[in-house]
């Protein structure tokens, strides 16, 4: 049986020293740039500039968001429900920041995949919205649409996001390859 909670120590897990633990500098600092950015925003807005342009996210998107812009990941399902990820590690292994992290349980009863991940996890705090990961998977099982809802966190912890809430966020059951495999997909684990 294995032990679904257990995650990797990274070597460059960050440690508060005393200056980053007492956080006031860091609070008046940030308030200085925030002042800052108010004050210029008012100074264009009195004189009939061009100011800051804001929306309020999520129920409004700005225009000039970029086509290809990448948001949280979805994992896709198969018509029975079940993730169509078949544990081939490819995007975890295409992840240059190593967010990802899988591992796979065995199904003999799934003849054309009996391989499917019982635990999948993605690192946001580390996640560099690259979409390498998405380009590698074989089975359409992973993909990013531009929304990011409930990212933000003050808490590394939480933004472990696990398999169960990839595939209930955003659900999607119209991967492009179909499942179970047709006979044109090789056959008995020739899909891949």
Not at 25 to 48: M, S
Not at 120 to 133: A, M, N, P, Q, T
């Amino acid at each position: 049986m294995m032990d679904l909670g257990r995650r990797k120590s990274y070597w460059n897990r960050p440690t508060l020293g005393l200056w980053e633990r007492s956080y006031l500098p860091e609070v008046l600092r940030g308030l200085a740039v925030t002042g800052g950015v108010i004050a210029r925003n008012l100074a264009r807005w009195l004189t009939f500039r061009k100011g800051a342009l804001t929306a309020r996210y999520p129920e409004e998107r700005r225009a000039d968001y970029a086509a290809g812009n990448r948001g949280k990941h979805v994992l896709t399902t198969r018509p029975d429900g079940r993730p169509q990820c078949i544990a081939c590690m490819l995007c975890a292994t295409a992840c240059p920041a190593r967010v990802i992290e899988i591992e796979a349980a065995f199904d003999p009863a799934d003849a054309a995949h009996p391989k499917h991940p019982a635990r999948f996890e993605i690192d946001y705090s580390r996640c560099v919205f690259c979409g390498l990961c998405v380009e590698a998977c074989p089975e359409d099982a992973i993909r990013m649409p531009q929304d990011v809802p409930d990212l933000p966190s003050h808490d590394r912890g939480e933004m472990w996001l696990s398999r169960d809430h990839l595939l209930g966020w955003c659900p999607r059951s119209d991967a492009a390859k179909p499942y179970p495999p047709g006979p044109a997909g090789g056959g008995e684990g020739g899909s891949l």
